[in-house]
């Protein structure tokens, strides 16, 4: 385990890159530094450390706190050396007698209006302000500190303690800015200012409100920046600074942030965005950055437990005693009901390594390939679409891509809340601040999206399409391309299938794909849809970005094939700055894929059928694999219906809370024999268990993430695994107690077996990724020693990109006079997916309840104002939420959240589903709304039922011996 005490290096401002350099004399030595170095960030280079406060390498230099001065031979003056740029043959002085004086008398005027209660501050030891003290010499303020001499001062303010996470202390701000710069160049939310002149002047979170009243996102950026404890987390006020730190990766949405662990022994201090993490380069959100505490809940699971019916108490057992239970049970189904009888789910929060025993168990264990994940619910036809497209089934381009590109279409995706890091990283590019001029954006989403307007950042267009046309608009946008001139012909006839693109560009041409004749299906003006394709097609350099809302849809694999057509007849694959990019919703959702998750496939997106990859998979696991592919989760849930399907092995997923029309899955869920659960809280699914395997929370993993870049980062542990085990010693266990004996010793075991059998890893290693960071599959002997960062750079994998016609088929969830009303889903900031790990963290503040969003016309038509209750009625069922009247909504489109299990927002989702894939229509449900009185039916159902199982767990507990569940040794 790689331990990182020693505070990471600041160069007081960013890098430059440029091919041109100068050469300087800095105290005596001659440096050489990049064209428009600082003079701050050369003096580091040549071993000097020039004293700064407002200066840091995250933010651009600003030149407020006056610390930084240099003497410049030839030069009058003092100028600060974090603003001023290296020159050739400059000869610079950093530390003079009157450098000395200057700086002393500027730490005199800071510390005079600031407490000097360091002893007892909760930044000591973390404190720049305290280490400017020493370095400049300071001994004595000769004007007093605060009140001493009868002056003003600001030592009396009250501190801002509204914010969950962090307070604000502005007795003890310094007015450097940095908190404001951060949460303008990194966050980009423009939430702080500075308020007053002169000496009044303040920080303020919006016009003078406290930060949870302000527009302030809790990202955590302005604490990071502020160099004193006038920002500072509450846990460190509370446990003091940390003694060691783990380098480790969020375990939250797809960006995959990395993150510096702070601990005291097995305690977790504060959790720090790790500044040289690739896919996030020191920025964080809210939930990364502060949303943890939910791994030592005292909801936790923490001892095996099985029962014989879901009525039954549960019953605290040990380890063997659960896992010999469950094979048991597992064993008797398949002897009764046949090899195919069983099944299991991986999980996109686990670990590669973890997901793929599961799946390995699953297929060598069980013999049956009845094996799914939960992109099956949101990114198969991502697989698919791309896969059939380019040949491979992964994201194009790395986030850090983004800074090259002209244009940024964004599809069915809201970055700011579902993926904020890089939402922030994409809004920097549109500023402006990155190659060139600002970016020019393009929004593809039925709702007014955070995106269209924010501070600095204004959709040039909005294409606000009726839910379930996405196929519609980009047949439209191609029309245009094809019709107008704009395809790269040069570029399709290099890299593409020619025999395809022709039957596509006559497909497309058709006047009945043109902008015009798609207005009436899609709402959108033919003239926004013409201009936006110009714009795209114009570049030089379009990206593709899009989301859930371009996935879950009847037609979903049909528009990924769509993007993939557009990108490519536009020549905007295979470089920077370009490219098609699937943002993936959890933190190893694409790792979960190449695993070997999907029935059909074995790891690296390989055909269970293929004879030659099975031979493969055959020797080195020691069995004979089924060359039919299994199961999908839905087919699962039909067969357990229809009594075939009995048993399940689901290891950290909730498919009763997020999978759609709820009633049919419970009704699956309730009709098997055994379901076994490995989770770290009793979740929806685990309430119709009758086995619950206490899962590890991602800070006592030890394995890797592979995000939506494709790139494999390290997870380490930084604390034991609460329940003794972690999760891939379950799933060992089980195996053996199974009779298919699995040996293990160490996650990085696993992962050598992984790069054994699967080419595109094949260049994976623990050793890589400490030496290199991360790593991007393809990784192996034909790539560079990191990977791949572009894809598709000199051709497609599959050889020719092909084309593929996309004909629009309007969805079956029509609106008709009974539903009148289209209901869209998706995410909030503060709440992740279903809301187990959040809801048990205080996020909950900022949204405590799933709540439905309509436009204020069908509001006023039904007679609903703010906060009331109002029923949403589909085919599939009824559930009851408060209105949220918003015009971010289009008329005759409403929309909510799915993150807490009483709303029943999946209740009313119906089985429509991705033609290709079987992926959920979440994103079309035909409803009606109307203003009610009470819950619904199934509300008051789940509240009863759920309360049974929460007292069923408590008698379990209540009635368990302490050792019950501690592993045999």
Not at 35 to 43: V, Y
Not at 111 to 133: F, K, R, V, W, Y
Not at 439 to 463: C, G, M, N
Request: charged share 20%; glycine share 10%.
């Amino acid at each position: 385990m790689l331990y990182h005490h020693n505070p990471e290096i600041d160069h007081g401002t960013p890098a430059v890159i440029s091919s041109e350099t100068v050469t300087l004399e800095i105290d005596g030595a001659d440096i050489t530094v990049p064209k428009g170095t600082s003079l701050m960030r050369a003096a580091l280079d040549a071993g000097v450390q020039v004293p700064k406060l407002c200066a840091t390498d995250s933010l651009d230099p600003f030149g407020s706190c006056r610390l930084c001065l240099v003497e410049i031979e030839g030069r009058r003056g003092y100028p600060a050396s974090c603003t001023t740029p290296a020159e050739a043959g400059m000869k610079v002085r950093t530390q003079t007698p009157k450098l000395q004086q200057l700086r002393k008398g500027v730490m005199e005027l800071y510390i005079s209006d600031h407490p000097l209660d360091c002893l007892t501050c909760a930044a000591n030891g973390d404190c720049e302000l305290q280490d400017m003290a020493g370095v400049t010499g300071l001994r004595e303020v000769r004007y007093g500190v605060g009140a001493q001499y009868g002056g003003k001062h600001h030592l009396g303010l009250q501190k801002d303690e509204s914010n969950p996470y962090f307070t604000y202390d502005p007795a003890k701000c310094i007015v450097c800015n940095r908190c404001v710069r951060a949460c303008e160049e990194t966050q980009g939310t423009f939430a702080l200012t500075i308020s007053g002149r002169g000496f009044e002047s303040r920080v303020s979170a919006g016009q003078d409100q406290s930060f949870m009243e302000s527009d302030c996102v809790s990202c955590g950026a302005c604490v990071q920046a502020c160099p004193t404890a006038t920002l500072q987390e509450k846990s460190v006020i509370m446990l003091g600074q940390a003694e060691h730190s783990v380098i480790t990766t969020c375990a939250y949405c797809g960006v995959g942030c990395g993150f510096k662990a702070e601990m005291k022994g097995n305690e977790v201090v504060r959790m720090v965005p790790w500044k040289d993490g690739k896919a996030n380069e020191g920025h964080s959100c809210v939930k990364g950055r502060f949303a943890w505490g939910y791994t030592t809940h005292k909801d936790r699971i923490t001892k095996p437990m099985i029962r014989d019916r879901i009525t039954d108490p549960w019953r605290e057992v040990s380890w063997d005693e659960a896992i010999g239970y469950a094979a048991r049970r597992f064993r008797e189904i398949q002897a009764t009901h046949g090899r195919d009888s069983v099944g299991g789910i991986t999980s996109s929060r686990c670990t590669n390594e973890e997901t793929y025993l599961v799946q390995k168990l699953v297929r060598a264990a069980f013999g049956t390939n009845n094996v799914d994940t939960c992109a099956r619910v949101c990114h198969s036809p991502t697989g698919y679409g791309l896969g059939q497209t380019f040949g491979t089934s992964a994201g194009t381009q790395t986030f850090q891509s983004v800074d090259h590109a002209d244009v940024i279409m964004v599809i069915g995706a809201n970055p700011s809340d579902a993926h904020p890091v890089f939402a922030s990283r994409m809004k920097k590019r549109l500023r402006g601040k990155g190659h060139g001029d600002g970016a020019r954006l393009i929004v593809v989403d039925p709702r007014r999206i955070d995106l269209v307007s924010s501070p600095h950042v204004r959709a040039e267009h909005h294409l606000a399409l009726r839910p379930g046309t996405n196929v519609a608009i980009i047949t439209a946008l191609a029309h245009v391309v094809v019709n107008e001139g704009l395809v790269n012909e040069a570029y399709v006839a290099e890299r593409c299938d020619a025999r395809s693109f022709e039957q596509w560009r006559e497909f497309v041409g058709r006047e009945e794909n043109s902008p015009e004749a798609l207005e009436i299906s899609t709402g959108v003006p033919a003239a926004e849809v013409r201009a936006a394709a110009r714009l795209y097609a114009a570049g030089p350099n379009s990206a593709i970005y899009y989301g859930l809302g371009v996935t879950e849809h009847a037609q979903g694999s049909t528009m990924v094939m769509g993007i993939a057509n557009l990108a490519m007849a536009c020549g905007m694959v295979g470089r920077e700055g370009v490219g098609v990019n699937p943002l993936r919703g959890q933190n190893n959702v694409q790792g979960s894929c190449d695993m070997g998750s999907f029935p059909h496939e074995l790891p690296g997106y390989r055909h269970i059928s293929d004879t030659t990859v099975r031979t493969q998979f055959e020797a080195a696991w020691g069995v004979e694999l089924n060359p039919e592919p299994g199961l999908r989760i839905p087919n699962m849930f039909e067969a357990a219906i229809g009594g075939t399907f009995k048993g399940l092995y689901c290891q950290g997923e909730d498919i009763a809370q997020s999978d759609p029309n709820t009633q049919h899955v419970s009704q699956a869920l309730g009709a098997m024999e055994c379901i076994v659960v490995q989770d770290i809280f009793l979740n929806e699914t685990a309430k119709f268990a009758h086995v619950l395997l206490p899962g590890s929370s991602f800070l006592e993993k030890d394995g890797t993430f592979t995000n939506a870049e494709r790139r494999i980062s390290r997870v380490r542990q930084v604390m034991p695994p609460m329940p003794g085990l972690a999760d891939w010693e379950v799933t060992v266990r089980l195996s053996n107690a199974l009779g298919y004996p699995m040996h293990y010793d160490h996650p990085e075991q696993i992962m050598q077996e992984i790069a054994e059998l699967t080419p595109s890893f094949r260049g994976v290693s623990y050793e890589a990724i400490e030496r290199l960071g991360s790593l991007q599959w393809p990784c192996n002997e034909s790539t560079p020693a990191a990977g791949t960062a572009i894809m598709h750079e000199g051709g497609f994998v599959r050889g020719k990109g092909r084309f593929f016609i996309t004909q629009y088929i309007p969805s079956d969830e029509k609106v008709t006079r009974r539903f009148p009303l289209l209901l869209t889903t998706g995410r909030i900031l503060s709440q992740y997916n279903v809301g187990a790990q959040t809801r048990r963290t205080p996020n909950n503040l900022w949204h405590d309840e799933d709540r439905l969003e309509l436009h204020p016309e069908d509001a006023k038509e039904r007679g609903v104002v703010e906060g009331d209750w109002v029923g949403i009625t589909s085919r599939a069922g009824q559930t009851v939420l408060r209105a949220k009247v918003s015009d971010r909504m289009q008329p005759g489109v409403v929309y909510t959240t799915f993150h807490f299990p009483e709303s029943g927002a999946n209740v009313i989702t119906t089985d429509s589903s991705d033609w290709a894939t079987n992926c959920p229509e979440y994103k079309v449900t035909a409803v009606q709304v109307n203003k009610v009185a009470q819950h619904s039916d199934w509300q008051r159902d789940y509240a009863a039922f759920n309360q049974q199982q929460l007292d069923l767990l408590a008698h379990a507990q209540e009635q368990a011996p302490a050792d019950v569940g501690v592993p045999a040794k």
